[in-house]
């Protein structure tokens, strides 16, 4: 059975050989990598699933600015392929998104299938409401409420946080 637990330092090396099986060198050409760069992590939101003292899944989320106001981007989740189906991605975005909501984040938004996110309450984004540097296919732009309202106040650009 695996275990969720904080992201440690040590994890490092870990979720960086994760994040290469599961997306590959060509992550970083990604928009939302640009909003990345040179950002650390949210630490109290990243968690990662181990099992046997194996890292089996990882997930990170970053502070953003959406036409100003705060707000929280999701990703990247990830889950070695041969333990996908385990309900692993599942359980990282349920508590994760708990932990956000209790910290007192009012959305997340995040760059997505619709089919796959909406298990945790994701739901695409009116298009136009929300636009992002660089390309983007925003039907796959998808949001979610962590406190009533939350995502209906953000309007306009999504930046890095300052």
């Known amino acids: 059975m695996f275990t969720l637990r904080k992201e440690r330092p040590e994890d490092g090396p870990a979720i960086d050989a994760l994040l290469d099986t599961s997306f590959g060198p060509g ?46 981007m999701l990703g990247p989740i990830a889950v070695l392929p041969e333990h996908r189906g385990r309900g692993i991605a599942v359980a990282l975005m349920s508590r994760t998104l708990d932990e956000a909501a209790a910290l007192g984040h009012r959305a997340v938004v995040l760059v997505g299938d619709e089919p796959y996110y909406a298990r945790v309450g994701f739901a695409k984004i009116a298009r136009g409401t929300m636009t992002m540097p660089g390309p983007v296919d925003y039907a796959r732009l998808l949001g979610r409420d962590l406190a009533p309202g939350g995502l209906a106040e953000l309007r306009g650009a999504i930046g890095k946080a300052v």
């Open 27 to 72: 992550r970083f050409a990604k928009t939302a990598y640009r909003l990345r760069e040179g950002v650390a992590p949210v630490e109290a939101l990243s968690c990662v699933a181990e099992e046997d003292g194996a890292l089996l899944g990882t997930i990170r989320y970053w502070s953003v600015r959406i036409g100003g106001a705060a707000s929280l």
